[in-house]
């Protein structure tokens, strides 16, 4: 299929697709029920622009991972950071805004405790580029949030058992919210995913804010044993 019919046929099927403008409680009943939501339009053109000047900067030392991890292909480079890090004012603001926007609602799912510590850009090139089938590391709490600052892909989200691939296109200024472990209580909840290579122009760079720590993993097992008490 060209890449053109390809990027029509996505934008015909789109999962879970919301806006900011639904609410930030939509949002993560999408993520607890689906285990992830689509969030369009979170980031504007300026947000993308200063967010790549950052990571192009001085700090921008993009290098290539390793074409294989745990038998999961990879083609891509990374640049890895920390929050907080003096050095980078744009994703320090923009880890504020995302945990401002979590705690603009009620607590349902323990998103109030979820604090990105680190921050990290994967740059995408050519056909080749992208990522396999994959969970992410079970030491990322509560939610993963994947904003796509450069270029559109297919991102797939696989099944755990029965059922289908669901597969939608990620554009520039969207967010990508993952279920990790310790959202609504669940211990894992993680689902696998997969990221195709650029689709329109030649490059895609997203941006992958996380934190480190299982917050909450235990929640619902204390709720039990709080009610058994
Ligand atoms: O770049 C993306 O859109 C997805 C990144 C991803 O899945 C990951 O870093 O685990």
Redesign the pocket.
């Known amino acids: 299929m060209s890449n053109r019919r390809a990027l029509g046929a996505l934008r015909e099927r789109p999962p879970g697709q919301l806006q900011l403008d639904d609410g930030m409680d939509r949002v993560l009943a999408e993520v607890a029920t689906s285990g992830f939501a689509l969030v369009r339009g979170a980031l504007d053109d300026d947000d993308r622009r200063q967010l790549l000047a950052e990571a192009t900067g001085e700090r921008g030392r993009f290098l290539r991972v390793p074409a294989r991890v745990n038998g999961v292909r990879q083609r891509a480079d990374q640049l890895s950071l920390s929050v907080g890090d003096p050095r980078c004012p744009v994703v320090n603001g923009l880890a504020r805004r995302l945990r401002d926007l979590l705690i603009s609602c009620p607590d349902s799912h323990g998103q109030h405790r979820f604090d990105a510590s680190q921050a990290?850009y994967?740059r995408y090139r050519g056909a080749a580029g992208g990522?396999g089938a994959?969970r992410?590391g079970m030491c990322y709490g509560l939610l993963v949030a994947?904003y796509?600052v450069v270029g559109s892909?297919e991102?797939s989200v696989l099944p755990d058992g029965d059922g289908h691939t669901l597969r939608m296109l990620?554009e520039p200024g969207d967010l990508?919210l993952l279920r990790a472990p310790g959202f609504d209580g669940e211990p894992d909840g993680r689902r696998r995913?997969a990221?195709g290579p650029p689709l329109s122009g030649d490059e895609r760079v997203?941006l992958?804010l996380r934190m480190v720590g299982r917050h909450g993993v235990h929640r619902r097992t204390d709720r039990r044993s709080a009610k058994a008490g």
Do not use: P, Y
Request: charged share 15%; proline share 0%; aromatic share 6%.
């Open positions: 990290r994967m990522l994959h992410d994947v796509s892909a991102f990620v990508l995913h990221v997203s992958t």
